[in-house]
């Protein structure tokens, strides 16, 4: 790689970006809507409260602002359900994880954050979220 630069991946950006905006999301669903508190919330997503305390105060897990998304909105409802009620192991939570990570790669989410990592990029015609093989 001779002068050339460093290209992020899209799972990187995602594991940066997507994974702790989805984690915040189901954080302060927890503790908003299912009246959870903040150790109880942690526990359910195996984290520490301390990331959930970041996340229900908007410092941790806001770069990406993808509840703005209907779908995905109602997945992290339903995720956030099933974990306050029980029927939600953490194999399960983790399948829900990366599905919901799925899809907001594949509404193009996260492709301004591909783009500021990688400038070379030509967002227009791009597939490579789409198009990701990538199974769990």
Do not use: F, W
């Not at 290209?7 to 702790?20: D, Y």
């Not at 195996?46 to 995905?72: C, F, N």
Request: aromatic content about 2%; overall charge positive.
């Amino acid at each position: 790689m001779n002068g050339a630069h460093r290209m992020n991946l899209p799972c990187e950006i995602a594991v940066k970006s997507v994974v702790p905006a989805i984690r915040a999301l189901l954080a302060r669903e927890l503790v908003e809507n299912h009246n959870l508190k903040q150790t109880e919330a942690a526990e359910l997503l195996a984290i520490t409260q301390t990331a959930v305390s970041k996340y229900a105060h908007h410092v941790r897990g806001s770069m990406l602002p993808i509840e703005k998304e209907d779908e995905v909105r109602m997945r992290i409802v339903d995720t956030a359900a099933s974990l306050a009620n029980g029927t939600l192991n953490y194999a399960a939570l983790s399948l829900q994880i990366c599905s919901t990570c799925k899809l907001v790669r594949k509404k193009r989410l996260m492709c301004e954050l591909c783009r500021s990592a990688n400038s070379s990029l030509e967002l227009e015609g791009c597939n490579l979220c789409a198009s990701s093989s990538c199974q769990l």
